[in-house]
């Protein structure tokens, strides 16, 4: 819902525009499926209208699905409130997503080049938690973790040591967090218009971005994380796929709604192109 502000506690305010689409996880694996990726839902998803629009819009991406819909509930939805400067804000609701079975994970089979997306929704819900803790630690691939808005409130020491990179916004990043990173690992800090910052073994290396005017910004981080993957799933360096990970956020924020990553050709056209100097350093 695009609103001129979000209303205060009893108000309320007119939306100027209100869309029905997939969201949450499906920006992340659509964004690293148009640049690319052979990606393979393995979630949970439930029955009902939102369940069907779902996998519709898994099936116009490419992406395969691993499990057939659950019979327990529908799948759930989030309200996201957007701002006229383009900052969102959401409102989340947990349904048939919550629910995931490890005989169901573990009959995948993860081989030492694939990459595996772990949302930190997933972290709030003791059952997933339960089934995460069982299945991360035997698996022979690497584990991209999004803690998300929710980072505060995870508790993520219980799955950190599985992790090969965590990507958060700087908001999102703590050191609580960041310290229970194995050594090997990689914290990529996002930071907006100014790119990200690729934290291991206690060495920072910023990676510019480019800066914009946002009309939503609403599945930004998540464009960011699919295209890395992609790009990692490649054979590209962390630098490079940083780089080109910026570049499609910058380019989503461009579009209104959630799923709006950019392929890989654009991303290349974009970084292709000539741009001015930026006074603050990078790029524009």
């Known amino acids: 819902m695009r609103v001129p502000e979000v209303p205060a506690s009893g108000q309320d305010v007119l939306a100027s525009a209100t869309d029905l689409l997939p969201g949450g996880g499906f920006n992340v694996m659509a964004a690293a499926a148009r640049s690319g990726a052979a990606v393979l839902y393995a979630g949970a998803h439930g029955t009902g209208p939102f369940g069907d629009r779902v996998r519709e819009a898994l099936a116009r991406e490419g992406i395969a699905v691993a499990r057939p819909p659950g019979d327990e509930s529908a799948t759930g939805m989030c309200v996201a409130l957007v701002e006229e400067d383009g900052e969102r804000t959401f409102i989340t609701g947990t349904g048939a997503e919550g629910r995931l079975d490890l005989d169901a994970l573990t009959a995948i089979e993860v081989t030492e080049t694939d990459l595996v997306y772990v949302t930190g929704y997933s972290l709030l819900n003791p059952g997933n938690r339960a089934v995460l803790k069982a299945w991360l630690p035997d698996l022979p691939g690497r584990v991209l973790l999004d803690p998300g808005p929710l980072?505060?409130?995870?508790?993520?020491?219980?799955?950190?040591?599985?992790?090969?990179?965590?990507?958060?916004?700087?908001?999102?990043?703590?050191?609580?967090?960041?310290?229970?990173?194995?050594?090997?690992?990689?914290?990529?800090?996002?930071?907006?218009?100014?790119?990200?910052?690729?934290?291991?073994?206690?060495?920072?290396?910023?990676?510019?971005?480019?800066?914009?005017?946002?009309?939503?910004?609403?599945?930004?981080?998540?464009?960011?994380?699919?295209?890395?993957?992609?790009?990692?799933?490649?054979?590209?360096?962390?630098?490079?796929?940083?780089?080109?990970?910026?570049?499609?956020?910058?380019?989503?924020?461009?579009?209104?709604?959630?799923?709006?990553?950019?392929?890989?050709?654009?991303?290349?056209?974009?970084?292709?192109?000539?741009?001015?100097?930026?006074?603050?350093?990078?790029?524009?």
Do not use: K, M, W, Y
């Open 151 to 284: 980072a505060a409130h995870l508790p993520l020491t219980d799955v950190l040591e599985d992790v090969s990179f965590l990507s958060c916004s700087a908001s999102e990043a703590q050191d609580s967090f960041l310290d229970h990173l194995p050594p090997q690992a990689t914290a990529i800090i996002r930071t907006g218009p100014s790119g990200c910052t690729l934290v291991r073994g206690g060495e920072r290396t910023p990676v510019p971005g480019f800066p914009v005017t946002p009309v939503d910004t609403n599945g930004a981080g998540d464009t960011h994380c699919g295209v890395l993957a992609a790009e990692l799933l490649r054979g590209s360096d962390l630098e490079t796929a940083a780089r080109r990970a910026n570049a499609a956020a910058a380019l989503s924020v461009l579009r209104p709604g959630p799923a709006t990553a950019p392929t890989r050709e654009e991303i290349s056209g974009f970084l292709a192109a000539p741009r001015p100097a930026d006074p603050r350093g990078g790029g524009l």
